[in-house]
Each structure stands twice: as structure tokens, then as C-alpha cells.
């Protein structure tokens, strides 16, 4: 069974401060998928990943896929009240039929002004 | 225009009965999947439908049935309902291929008592 780990399960920072968002499996994806949700609300697709070692940009928020293609990061710069949300990764397993996306538990993260 | 829409938000039922939950896309996308959210937010897909064909069925009860009349619908029905069904359930759809992003709907609050 392929397991999407997600750390810190929760944070609370300060509107101004950094921080990164991990997600590692011991298992290599096709490509990694990036979700932002907030209450009441379905999640929300931020960024696709899908090339071992890539980085892309979205405004004050980076994603990187790790070279081995078994691990992600999300690091949000300068957070802002309006970055509060539970963030989830996916990912698509090789050989796996689109449908058979996995997500992590997710990170709550608390921006406070 | 919504992209993916599903109805009803709140659904509140007892024991035993039989409810559906319906979704509709507007977006021309080839898959739609219906996704159960527990209370520690994890998501877990529960079925997936292309072109009309079932190609995922996670180990989910069979009293959980997926309808699907066209490629724009995807409905959810649920006999003799449980305590334990309580969730959000999320309907979402997406194209066909690797790194293909998911959008969901806002999603079903059910509450079974």
C-alpha cells in the first residue's frame, strides 16, 4: 500500500514568517499534485509536479519534487492571514489508473495577523 | 458557472434509510470520482467512472452504489445507512493522463443519527 506522509500535521505561525510543508512516501509517484482546502469547501489544486527535481513558483508559495520522485515540499514565504487552509498532497502511483490518486493526511496551517 | 456542483450541502438522515447524493460537471472531463473525507480530514476515493465504466472500486460496502447516466453525472447512492457513513463526501472530476489535476465539488456533509 502506498502512503503519502504529510509533516507538520499542524502549524500556527505568525502573518510575516516562512514555512515548509513536507510530503514523503518510500514509494516513486508520476507526479505530484498539490491541494489547498478551506472549511466548508472542496480542496482546491494548487500545482502539478511531475519531473524528478522540478520546482515551480506560485506567487509566495514554491513546490519542489524530490529528484527521487518519492517526496515534495511546499514552502510559503512571508505567509499572509489569507494562506490559513488545510494543504494536501497527491500523488499518481506508476502504472496506476488516473483514478487511483492518493492523498496525505494533510497540514492544517493557522496564519495569524 | 459552477465546474462541479453536487447537492444537497447538508444532509441529515436516520438509520436505515436510503438517500443519494448527486454531482454534475460542466467541464467536459473525462473522469469523475466520488471521494469520502472522515473527520480527521483524510480523503479516500471511493469510486471513479470513465466513459460510463467503473475502473476504480475501492473496498468500499456494496449498500454504496455509483450512477452515472452520462459523462457529466455522477450520482451517489447509499441504502440502509449507517451511523458510521457519517462523512463529507466529495465529487470531483478530472481528464484522462498522468498529473491531471482534480476539481472538486464543495461537497456533502452527511450526518447519519
Known amino acids: 500500500t502506498q502512503l503519502l506522509e504529510q509533516s507538520p500535521q499542524f502549524l500556527s505561525i505568525q502573518e510575516g514568517e516562512n514555512l515548509t510543508v513536507y510530503c514523503n512516501s518510500s514509494?516513486?509517484?508520476?507526479?505530484l499534485q498539490w491541494y489547498r482546502q478551506e472549511p466548508g469547501e472542496g480542496p482546491v489544486l494548487l500545482v502539478t509536479?511531475?519531473?524528478?527535481?522540478e520546482v515551480k513558483k506560485l506567487k509566495r508559495l514554491t513546490f519542489q519534487f524530490g529528484d527521487a520522485r518519492k517526496d515534495s515540499s511546499l514552502h510559503i514565504t512571508a505567509a499572509q492571514p489569507g494562506d490559513t487552509g488545510l494543504y494536501l498532497c497527491?500523488?499518481?502511483?506508476?502504472?496506476?489508473?488516473?483514478?487511483?490518486?492518493?492523498f496525505g493526511k494533510g497540514t492544517k496551517l493557522s496564519v495569524k495577523p | 458557472d459552477t465546474a462541479v456542483s453536487q447537492t444537497p450541502k447538508y444532509l441529515v438522515t436516520q438509520m436505515g434509510n436510503d438517500k443519494s447524493i448527486k454531482c454534475e460537471q460542466n467541464?467536459?472531463?473525462?473522469?469523475m470520482y466520488w471521494y469520502k473525507q472522515d473527520s480527521k480530514k483524510f480523503l479516500k476515493i471511493m469510486f471513479s467512472?470513465?466513459?460510463?465504466?467503473?475502473?476504480i472500486n475501492e473496498t468500499v460496502p456494496n449498500r454504496f452504489s455509483p450512477k452515472s447516466p452520462d459523462k457529466a453525472h455522477l450520482n451517489l447512492h447509499i441504502n440502509s445507512l449507517e451511523l458510521g457513513d457519517s462523512a463529507v463526501y466529495f465529487c470531483?472530476?478530472?481528464?484522462?493522463?498522468?498529473?491531471?489535476?482534480?476539481?472538486f465539488g464543495s461537497g456533502t456533509r452527511l450526518t447519519v443519527v
Open positions: 470531483a472530476s478530472s481528464r484522462l493522463g498522468p498529473g491531471r489535476g482534480y476539481t
Open positions: 514509494s516513486v509517484f508520476s507526479s
Open positions: 509536479v511531475v519531473t524528478g527535481g
Open positions: 497527491a500523488g499518481g502511483p506508476y502504472g496506476g489508473s488516473q483514478g487511483n490518486l492518493i
Open positions: 467541464l467536459g472531463h473525462d473522469t
Open positions: 467512472y470513465n466513459n460510463k465504466e467503473l475502473i
